[in-house]
């Protein structure tokens, strides 16, 4: 299958997408993966992406569309793959199009992870993380350390992200809103979008999405 996986930040995306590929035995390409890949790599592309982001400027579309169509051509991809943060805008999801049509292919499905506002704010907000390593993550509400503002494996600090702050989360919907959740109208009127509500743990949303993806591919 060839599947496009939306919502806003802090709906889930990262994990959902790694255990719907995992099910549907299809590549999981992330965007801040295909950066990071080609930027360590020093990739022509990565040189080209690093070079905007040095200088705190966007990526322009077609750099990414060029990442992304390189990583759908990887043989592993052959049968199916999952996108993860691309496309982004309608833009880009037109190109996406073209590539696809281009190679006498097309999406399957869009699957779309809805998950309230109000939600969104809580889950990045109350997020901690360790100043020793990042990997250790927690919340204030739903794992919250022994010890506040302790990480439980570490000891080390937990701090919250400039970025995972109330207003800089507000300010990322509204990019979201803006840029973002007018290509779930452009796949609608195709009749790919299918919405999941991502509220609940991870296995459910993962059971409800693998249910409608067997739907639309019956």
Known sequence: MRIVLVGPPGAGKGTQAAFLANNLAIPHISTGDLFRANISQQTELGKLAKSYMDKGELVPDEVTIAMAK?????????????????????????????????EGMKLDAVLDLEVPEDEVVRRIAGRRICRNDSAHVFHVSYKAPKQEGVCD???????????????????????????????????RSQSLVVTIPALGKVEEVTARAMGA????DA
């Open 70 to 102: 390189d990583r759908m051509e990887q043989p592993d991809a052959e049968n199916g793959f999952l996108l993860d943060g691309f496309p982004r805008n309608v833009s880009q999801a037109e190109a996406l199009d073209e590539m696809l049509s281009t």
């Open 153 to 187: 494996v570490c000891g080390g600090e937990l701090y919250q992200r400039d970025d995972d702050s109330e207003d800089t989360v507000r300010t990322r919907l509204e990019v979201y809103h803006t840029q973002t959740e007018p290509i779930i109208d452009y796949y």
């Open 213 to 216: 993806l067997a739907r639309e």
